[in-house]
């Protein structure tokens, strides 16, 4: 079974510029996770989708960060403007749904000049 | 609140028995969740505990929940300079439409040395 891909690996910008992050998660899972993951601490959950729709974005800066699953399958993530703070390793992650476990992509670092 | 915590360190030899430990605070999670994080990579799932459970054990993981006191521990048989990497434990919470959340601790990083 094909993991959870993400692109790109790496992306290095300056403040206030823009940046996307690409998700494929496993095939048939319905619920697709981003997380930030700062350097030194475990991931924090920014946006939780089911299907195409939103089901926690409580912690997703909306000033800044968007995200979309319009067809229920791929997601991406967007930052614009870009702060010095959002330097990390943005994570994706699917599941089944429900509690089932999430199995996460090996993430894109983003670093802010 | 939510919270998970972790030591930070482990340092152990080669071939001795590790044992990362963990706190949570919310005792509404269903499952509780160990994952490696070697480095540059994502997250490797390694185990998961039902919380109606003491135990699980899997090859060389052997997974022990304390529900009472909110502590779960790992404990890796015969540790391996493979298993060198950073360890999260991570919690569930069940609340409203927020149902798989996972909650992660800051991770304990395992030094195995030969």
């Known amino acids: 079974e094909a993991g959870v891909a993400q692109s790109p690996r790496y992306k290095i910008i300056e403040k206030r510029q823009s940046v996307a992050f690409w998700c494929n998660p496993i095939s048939g899972h319905a619920t697709l996770y981003w997380y930030q993951q700062i350097l030194g601490q475990g991931p924090k959950l920014l946006i939780q989708f089911q299907n195409n729709g939103v089901v926690d974005d409580s912690q997703l800066p909306k000033d800044r960060f968007s995200a979309e699953r319009l067809k229920g399958v791929d997601s991406t993530l967007k930052i614009q403007p870009a702060k010095l703070e959002d330097s990390a390793v943005y994570l994706c992650a699917s599941s089944l749904g429900g509690e089932q476990p999430q199995h996460f992509g090996d993430g894109t670092r983003l670093s802010i000049l | 609140g939510e919270d998970v915590e972790q030591s930070l360190f482990l340092s152990v030899r080669e071939g001795d028995s590790s044992v990362i430990n963990c706190t949570y605070t919310d005792s509404s999670s269903t499952y509780l969740y160990w994952y490696k994080q070697e480095p540059g990579a994502g997250l490797q799932l390694l185990t998961y505990i039902f919380s109606n459970m003491d135990m699980k054990q899997d090859q060389r993981l052997t997974v022990l929940l304390n529900k009472k006191d909110k502590h779960l521990s790992l404990r890796i048989a015969d540790t391996q300079t493979g298993d060198s990497a950073i360890y999260f434990c991570?919690?569930?919470?069940?609340?409203?439409?927020?149902?798989?959340?996972?909650?992660f601790g800051k991770g304990t990083k395992l030094s195995v040395k030969p």
């Open positions: 991570a919690e569930s919470p069940n609340y409203g439409g927020s149902q798989g959340n996972l909650i």
